[in-house]
């Protein structure tokens, strides 16, 4: 019985196993291999057949210094340019949910960069919304400062100015489209005043809010008749910020020397913040927010920066809404409403 010759076995370094030295093989290949390969065997790349939707949705997601006109002007795809009433589209709802802890009495924070998401896949794709403008204004000024703000205020206009007849709300609710428009002069507003000195990188984009703000005022008088929104409070905001910026210009140097050769101490400017006398109500509110952010940064422990902080909160709030927040149970408030003789606001109608 003859016994057939052992094979020899095929050489491999010393530590390696054999599919370790084929994957170095294939490696080491070189390009020119990929091109030995059959058609019919080489890949794709993942979703290459989607890659100008994964750009358009990049586009809506990450963070812009500045908002894309084409919200304001740009038609929603559909028999209706302006989309339809989104507020019960769960993107509406969660923008809403998120806005609303501005409300918080516990100091949930805000995503802001979740709101300008929410908000430009909205106005892109869903529904030409002035509230929704309104939200995003907010967001854009604290994502990416007054230059994004003046952005978000544009594309308000735009809406106003090419949606009217179509917009959300819609034209019968003109005291809906007054309320939205009115958040974004109230609550900006009071944001701005609330913002820290302004310093001479703020000057370019407080410039445009300044335009911004004044455009959207025309096409507000030309839109709206009987009843239109006020945006004085936003106007004097962005006028006291761009005034601090003059106010440091002129402000003496501080160790500049007099013409006697003495030295003279500069005049601390007044920014609203810091030191110096409380004048305005919204100087008041900047102080006690300073004393929240403190308390928070050197007593975490403590109750009392969220007690600081719900009492900055209720300042933005009326009375109805601060007894909303504190009375959860519907027939209390009520009675209560009734009691103190509050008038108890009706909801817009959807």
Known sequence: MSVAPAQPRPRQRR???????????????????????????????????TDTAD???????????TLDAALG?????????????????????????????????TGEVVAWPRVVDLGKKLLAEKTKDLLVSGYLGMAMLQTQGYGGLASAISVT??????????????????????????????RVANAINNRGQAVEQDREGLEKCAVAVKELNEIVGEKFTDERPDLGALSRAI???????????????AGSETMEGQTEQAAPVASGGGGGAIKTRADAFRRLQE?????????????????????????????EQ????LIRNSDVRDRVFEELGVKKQE????
Not at 55 to 65: C, G, N, V, Y
Not at 239 to 253: F, V, Y
Not at 299 to 311: E, G, I, N
Not at 347 to 350: Q, S
């Open 347 to 350: 909801p817009a109608a959807e």
């Open 73 to 105: 002007t740009a038609p929603i795809a559909g028999a209706s340019p302006a989309g339809e009433n989104a507020r019960y589209d769960p993107d509406y709802e969660a923008l809403e949910a998120e806005v609303k802890k501005m409300e918080s009495l």
């Open 291 to 319: 004393v929240a952010n403190w308390l928070k940064r050197n007593d975490p422990h403590s109750p009392v920066a969220m007690l600081v902080q719900r009492a900055v909160a209720w300042g933005n709030l009326s009375l």
């Open 15 to 49: 530590g390696l196993p054999p599919r370790t030295l084929r994957t170095r093989r294939r490696c080491q290949a070189g390009p020119g291999a990929a091109a030995l390969r059959s058609p019919g065997r080489q890949r794709q790349p993942h979703g290459a057949g």
């Open 157 to 186: 206009r735009d809406l106003l100015r090419n949606f009217w007849d179509n917009l959300f709300p819609e034209l019968k609710r003109m005291r809906a489209r007054v309320t939205a428009v009115q958040w974004l002069n109230d």
């Open 55 to 65: 750009a358009l949705k990049r586009s809506l997601t990450l963070p812009d210094e």
């Open 239 to 253: 006028t006291d910020k761009m005034g601090q910026l003059a106010g440091a210009e002129s402000a003496p140097q």
């Open 322 to 325: 601060v007894l909303t927040e």
